[in-house]
């Protein structure tokens, strides 16, 4: 899709903002738009590589489409799902959504890893991102929502201005994009049009933490999700 309608479909940027943007392809070709937001650089769109870059930590191995513990890391295509949120969606705006990850495959770990892996990350994981970027901190999402004006104020101008249910749709100040894929648990996928969880790199012992924007709040939250749950991936710069 050319640029120019994927901003018509994100909400017209200020020309400042548009001249800050840039792109970044992945190993498998995948092609998307890059903001700037302060001093961080993020990718505009979900990710949708099914695939680890040549320097990540599983560098060339393909994840898996099962969604069964024993076969993860895996990922699924929200973009398929079939809900009662997702006619309020146009069709480009469906193929922006990205694919679901459990947090071992966003990570680049085996399910084991995964299950005792706890605590803030200390470094950058690339995991599943393109060579150069790498799986944000919670750390690094707060620096973000910081800079859009705390918590509140960060939900409503991260979300995109078209696709969200329920008149939910935001303010997209900063080129963000931040389209509504839903989630996973199992091989059933909930709230496309409604919710996005994009995770990030901190983990407890039965869990993973990911930030949250919804239809029905206007505040940019982070919630705690079973690390076999299925979110969106926004990958940072290094």
Not at 13 to 34: E, I, S
Not at 70 to 82: E, F, G, S, V, W
Not at 132 to 146: A, V, Y
Request: glycine share 12%; aromatic share 12%.
């Amino acid at each position: 899709m050319k640029k120019s309608v994927f901003i018509i479909l994100c909400g017209v940027l200020p020309m400042l903002m548009m001249a800050q943007k840039t792109t970044v392809t992945d190993c498998q070709g995948n092609l998307y738009l890059v903001v700037k937001i302060g001093s961080q650089y993020w990718m505009a769109e979900n990710l949708q590589c099914t695939k680890y870059d040549t320097q990540s930590e599983r560098a060339g191995a393909v994840l898996s489409t099962s969604s069964k513990q024993t076969d993860a890391p895996y990922y699924l295509a929200a973009r398929y799902a079939n809900t009662e949120y997702s006619a309020n969606l146009t069709d480009e705006q469906r193929k922006r959504l990205g694919v679901l990850y459990n947090w071992a495959a966003a990570m680049g770990y085996s399910e084991s890893q995964a299950v005792s892996q706890t605590g803030d990350y200390n470094g950058k994981r690339q995991g599943i991102c393109p060579n150069g970027w790498h799986l944000p901190s919670r750390t690094e999402w707060n620096t973000l929502e910081k800079y859009c004006g705390g918590k509140v104020e960060a939900g409503t101008k991260l979300k995109s201005r078209r696709g969200w249910y329920e008149s939910g749709n935001g303010t997209d100040d900063y080129g963000f994009c931040g389209l509504p894929a839903g989630n996973a648990y199992g091989n059933y996928v909930s709230s496309v049009g409604s919710w996005v969880d994009f995770w990030t790199s901190g983990a407890g012992s039965d869990g993973a933490y990911s930030r949250e924007l919804g239809c029905y709040e206007s505040y940019f939250g982070e919630r705690y999700n079973g690390k076999d749950a299925a979110v969106s991936v926004r990958c940072i710069k290094d």
